[in-house]
């Protein structure tokens, strides 16, 4: 059911009518219709009927959604046209054009440990959507608020499992450029339990460019983005490669383990300063117990000041957590842990970015995240 979607020319006017001020019409007008271009070639009738808001982020809002047809679960991201009223030409170009690359990133990416899309397109209200898996888990961000520090092959586990999402996408010439707690998620999948899923590459940055594509493709927006309490020091001057990544995953490493940050700064500013000057203090003064010496070197050498001196990608970091003389953790683990914690984690919940500094997702340019209202379809 349902009516058909609006000719593109339809789309891009009433974009025009809910987001401009009238002096900045037609610009912006040309603004929306190069944006949304590769969207509205993949335009179709909406197939997803939303049920519940289950979070949000810079990007616009996330739903709860079942597809009208297959009955199938999915997390609908979307940016609804009204959101776009109050921001500038640019914000808008930028905002829509980091939406589309998270669909084409993701989309692209076929590593068990990544998030997966189903589809992605402008709905019947003008909204831009794409829908993805709908995951049964927690982020780490909640995990470690939760339930506290991580024991050491229980963090191999999941750093060992985020190698694999990173390796596939570093392959591609892409840097996720926004690894934190909040963005991992450990899931329940099937009879699975602890499956890891790296989420949100909407800061992603394309380092090497793909067939038919001149220049390499950035998504990021003023001079920094990401997330201070984990990004690496020469991303605060807009340098990033793979090497990049790894730090953030040493920084999430240092979280699971020790449940704390690296650098506990009272200000953004303070926080980026220490990652960029301060010395990384030993594990063994930061934990009640002696850290696993194995692990430990791993994650100072991850948290490297300069990224020649960290693992070269993620498969050497793999193969080093491989080597470590330590228990595996092994489905039994997982199993008993769920068994005891997961009746207090909901089901069928994507991530909830945090809203605190720490892993706030840092871009000058982009303002408040829109609210969720009620609505039925996508």
């Known amino acids: ?67 009208a ?32 690359v998270e669909a084409r990133i993701t989309a692209g990416l ?23 898996e709908l995951l049964d888990g927690i982020d780490l961000q ?12 229980r963090v191999v586990h999941v750093i060992r499992s985020a190698c694999d999402s990173l390796a596939e996408a570093h392959e591609q010439g892409l840097v996720h450029h926004d690894i934190k707690p909040s963005n991992l998620m450990v899931c329940r999948m099937g009879v699975q339990r ?22 390499p493709t950035d998504s990021r927006v003023g ?47 303070d926080e ?12 063994d003064q930061v934990l009640s117990t002696p850290p696993h010496p194995g692990l430990a070197a791993i994650i100072h050498r991850l948290l490297a000041k300069d990224p020649a001196a960290r693992f070269p990608s993620a498969a050497s970091l793999a193969d080093a957590l491989d080597a470590l003389d330590l228990a595996a953790w092994r489905a039994r683990d997982a199993e008993a842990w769920w068994t005891a914690a997961g009746p207090g984690i909901p089901t069928r919940r994507t991530h909830l970015p945090s809203q605190n500094t720490a892993s706030r997702t840092w871009d000058p340019s982009m303002a408040a995240d829109p609210s969720p209202d009620a609505a039925d379809r996508v």
């Not at 909640?142 to 092959?153: I, K, T």
């Not at 602890?194 to 001149?214: C, H, M, N, Q, Y």
């Open 1 to 67: 059911g349902g009516q058909p979607a609006p000719s593109p020319g339809h789309a891009t006017l009433w974009f025009s009518a809910a987001t401009l001020a009238a002096g900045a019409a037609v610009y912006t007008s040309a603004v929306l219709q190069r944006a949304f271009t590769g969207i509205l070639q993949a335009r179709r009738r909406s197939a997803y009927e939303l049920i519940q808001p289950i979070g949000g982020g810079a990007m616009g809002e996330v739903w709860m959604a079942r597809h």
């Open 223 to 269: 001079p920094f983005i990401g997330t201070p309490a984990y990004a690496a020091p020469e991303t605060h001057h807009g340098e990033a490669d793979a090497r990049s990544d790894l730090y953030a995953l040493g920084c999430v490493a240092w979280w699971l383990y020790a449940g704390t940050r690296v650098f506990d700064r009272a200000t953004i500013e």
């Open 110 to 132: 076929r590593s068990i440990h990544t998030v997966e899309l189903y589809d992605h397109g402008i709905a019947e209200d003008g909204a831009l959507y794409f829908a993805m």
């Open 194 to 215: 602890d499956v890891l899923k790296v989420l949100d590459f909407g800061t992603a940055r394309i380092t090497r460019p793909s067939a038919g594509e001149t220049t």
């Open 142 to 153: 909640d995990l470690v608020e939760r339930f506290g520090p991580q024991p050491p092959a």
């Open 69 to 100: 047809r297959l009955a199938r679960y999915a997390a609908v991201k979307r940016i609804r046209p009204d959101a776009l009223a109050d921001r500038s030409p640019h914000a808008i170009e930028a905002l829509t054009r980091r939406f589309q």
């Open 272 to 283: 980026m300063r220490a990652h960029r000057d301060d010395p990384v203090p030993p594990l």
